[in-house]
């Protein structure tokens, strides 16, 4: 795959702030990564998107954009990740029209209907745990949420994120979620590629058979 679009979504899903942190990944052999990029020039978050999807066609990773939708357009990209502001403000048409997939968070029933409507290609939930990355204002949702998540989406991937750690992993897949999005647990670490490559391991057990999207 490599060199080429990627498509569909990997059970583990590692969520990086640069494209440093794309280069230490995804050679390990992650499947699908999103580069939020954060307090940058335009011409920095062009450079950071074009040397990431470089480097993830090179290993055949999925490379998703978090909220620059305009700039990953420009470069090329096949993913966008939207959250529910960004979303409010975005050209969900000329998203498609350049043949993007796209990703919607949600915290909320009525996010989740604002998602919905836009005709998402994946839904990500959260906070399911309590995180330190960052204050939310919404409570963590738990296990419950999830199955309640999936049973009103059907057959569209739903990503779980917030406070997930390799031991919690197997309940968030059971109740539900389609892939884990994962920041803190390895950002953290004192051997961050140690630590994704646990989570490679696990997720060997939880890959199907086919990609997770479905258009």
């Known amino acids: 795959m490599s060199g080429t679009r990627c498509g569909g979504l990997d059970v583990f899903y590692p969520i990086v702030p640069d494209t440093s942190w794309v280069g230490r990944l995804a050679p390990l052999g992650v499947r699908t990564l999103q580069l939020r990029i954060k307090a940058a020039t335009a011409a920095e978050v062009r450079r950071q998107i074009a040397e990431s ?12 954009i978090n909220d620059f939708w305009r700039e990953a357009i420009e470069a090329g990209a096949d993913y966008v990740h939207l959250g529910q502001e960004d979303l409010a403000g975005a050209d969900v048409a000329a998203i498609k029209s350049a043949g993007m997939r796209l990703g919607i968070s ?6 989740l209907s604002t998602a919905l409507a836009a005709g998402p290609d994946y839904v990500a939930l959260g906070p399911i745990y309590e995180t330190k990355l960052k204050a939310m204002k919404w409570a963590p949702q738990g296990l419950t ?7 009103r989406i059907g057959l ?3 990503v779980a994120i917030g406070g997930i750690t390799p031991e919690r992993a197997d309940g968030v897949v059971a109740a539900g979620a389609d892939s884990v999005a994962v920041i803190t647990d390895f950002m953290t670490a004192q051997h961050p590629e140690r630590r994704v490559e646990t989570w490679l391991d696990w997720a060997k057990a939880h890959r199907p058979s086919e990609p997770r999207y479905v258009r």
């Open 53 to 64: 999807l470089t480097v993830t066609r090179r290993y055949g990773c999925q490379l998703i």
């Open 106 to 111: 949600t915290h909320s029933e009525d996010e």
């Open 145 to 151: 949420r999830i199955n309640a998540w999936k049973a």
């Open 156 to 158: 569209l991937p739903l």
